[in-house]
T-cell receptor, first 112, second 113 residues
Framework: GNSVTQMEGPVTLSEEAFLTINCTYT??????LFWYVQYPGEGLQLLLK?????DKGSNKGFEATYRKETTSFHLEKGSVQVSDSAVYFC???????????FGKGTTLSVSS | DTAVSQTPKYLVTQMGNDKSIKCEQN?????MYWYKQDSKKFLKIMFS???????INETVPNRFSPKSPDKAHLNLHINSLELGDSAVYFC????????????FGNGTRLTVT
């Protein structure tokens, strides 16, 4: 079946630290991969996506590369800010017309 | 100009009551979804509609009934509410094209007492 596994949180960092949130997936076929972010009290917002192997999604300083050989889509940012504090969700879409399958989310807390 | 809007934002009710949550999107998308987020932040798909037709119906108690009067609206009606129904419910929409991301509403926090 299809599933997403994210690293357990919470992740606590100081401002300007390097961030990695690990995500691995299990899927049949060739899914599309996404990272969503949820700020407190809000809905989910698309952060970035990648649709095929070796694609790199990037947005707001965040990056993730679709690695088919390791079935991974790890999220990275070189220098986090306090405003990046949120819950981050890795997700996959098995094929067009199917729902997103989410990981359990990783809470990031950045202090100044 | 809210793209996906849900009402109400908060809903507090007693066990056994019937309640509805409304969702509207102005993005012109063909597909709409309901997700449930539990207290541990886990998100699970409940339903998906495409052009008013049900295409995904996960294992959800039949007390939950979605209704799509047109492709811009997908409402969720819940009968005989139980304590375990307390959660945040998110509506979302997307195009049916491959790789199209979902756009989410801000959620409805349902508390059953």
């Amino acid at each position: 079946g299809n599933s997403v596994t994210q690293m357990e949180g919470p992740v606590t960092l100081s401002e300007e630290a390097f961030l990695t949130i690990n995500c691995t997936y299990t899927a049949t076929g060739y899914p599309s991969l996404f990272w969503y972010v949820q700020y407190p009290g809000e809905g989910l917002q698309l952060l970035l996506k990648a649709t095929k192997a070796d694609d790199k999604g990037s947005n707001k300083g965040f990056e993730a590369t679709y690695r088919k050989e390791t079935t991974s889509f790890h999220l990275e940012k070189g220098s986090v800010q306090v405003s990046d504090s949120a819950v981050y969700f890795c997700a996959l879409m098995p094929q067009a017309g199917t729902a997103l399958i989410f990981g359990k989310g990783t809470t990031l807390s950045v202090s100044s | 100009d809210t793209a996906v809007s849900q009402t109400p934002k908060y809903l507090v009710t007693q066990m056994g009551n019937d309640k509805s949550i409304k969702c509207e999107q102005n993005l012109g998308h063909d597909t709409m979804y309901w997700y449930k987020q539990d207290s541990k932040k886990f998100l699970k798909i409940m339903f998906s509609y495409n052009n008013k037709e049900l295409i995904i119906n996960e294992t959800v108690p039949n007390r939950f009934s979605p209704k799509s009067p047109d492709k811009a609206h997908l409402n969720l009606h819940i009968n005989s509410l139980e304590l375990g129904d307390s959660a945040v419910y998110f509506c979302a929409s997307s195009e049916l094209a491959e790789n199209s991301p979902l756009h989410f509403g801000n959620g409805t926090r349902l508390t059953v007492t």
